[in-house]
């Protein structure tokens, strides 16, 4: 079975702190993806990597960074947290760019103070 | 960009009942993907369906992509299926990423 694993399921920072997300995959995935998911606005991604050392801005990128050093693990950090960065931010990986199928981590509930 | 809906948004169910759950898109897609949230926010994936018909225990889908659709059939629910139910299609041009619908709600009543 597909496992992404995400480093926390709960944070609770401070407004300008450095956050850190870490995601991991176990299937020699291409494709990870940085979503996040609130109530009444559904998920919303944020950034994507084909490949490593590769990145792409999604829909709402601001705000936020991410690093792909190698092919497992895709970051995403938020340079300066706000408090509108409270959210839950999910992790997926799909295996290449002509499969589609994506498989979730378990999510980081972050709030931010 | 693609739209994808969802219907009804929220559903509330007794124990042992069936029910369907519609999703809507407004582009041919060559992909479709069912997940369940469950109540501590994972997505588990039910179904990755580009067309016709797959069966998984109690719950089934169907695609018809020519007439972009997709049915999710839930029959003799459990209190367990309560959470949200999401269709997304994938953007092939985006390396696919995928866009999600608003989701329904489902709560299953003991």
């Known amino acids: 079975d597909v496992k992404v694993t995400q480093s926390s399921r709960y944070l609770v920072k401070r407004t300008g702190e450095k956050v850190f997300l870490e995601c991991v995959q176990d299937?020699?995935?291409?494709?990870m993806f940085w979503y996040r998911q609130d109530p009444g606005l559904g998920l919303r991604l944020i950034y994507f990597?084909?490949?490593?050392?590769?990145?792409e801005k999604g829909d709402i990128p601001e705000g936020y960074s991410v690093s792909r050093e190698k092919k497992e693990r895709f970051s995403l950090i938020l340079e300066s947290a706000s408090t509108n960065q409270t959210s839950m931010y999910l992790c997926?990986?799909?295996?290449?760019?002509?499969?589609?199928?994506?498989?979730f981590g378990e999510g980081s509930r972050l709030t931010v103070l | 960009g693609i739209q994808v809906e969802q219907s009804p948004p929220d559903l509330i169910l007794q124990e042992g009942a069936n029910s369907t759950l519609r999703c809507n898109f407004s582009?041919?897609?060559?992909?479709l993907q069912w997940f369940h949230q469950n109540p501590w926010g994972q997505l588990i994936n039910l179904f990755y369906?580009?067309?016709g018909t797959k069966q998984n225990g109690r719950l089934s889908a169907t695609t018809v992509a020519t007439e972009r659709y997709s049915l999710l059939y839930i029959s003799s629910s459990q209190t367990t299926d309560s959470g949200v139910y999401f269709c997304?299609?994938?953007?092939?041009?985006?390396?696919?990423?995928?866009?999600f619908g608003g989701g329904t709600r489902v709560l299953v009543k003991p």
């Open positions: 582009d041919s897609v060559n992909n």
């Open positions: 997926a990986s799909s295996r290449d760019r002509g499969t589609g199928e994506l498989f």
């Open positions: 369906i580009p067309s």
């Open positions: 997304a299609v994938p953007i092939k041009a985006a390396g696919n990423k995928l866009t």
């Open positions: 299937m020699d995935h291409e494709n």
């Open positions: 990597s084909y490949d490593v050392k590769m990145k």
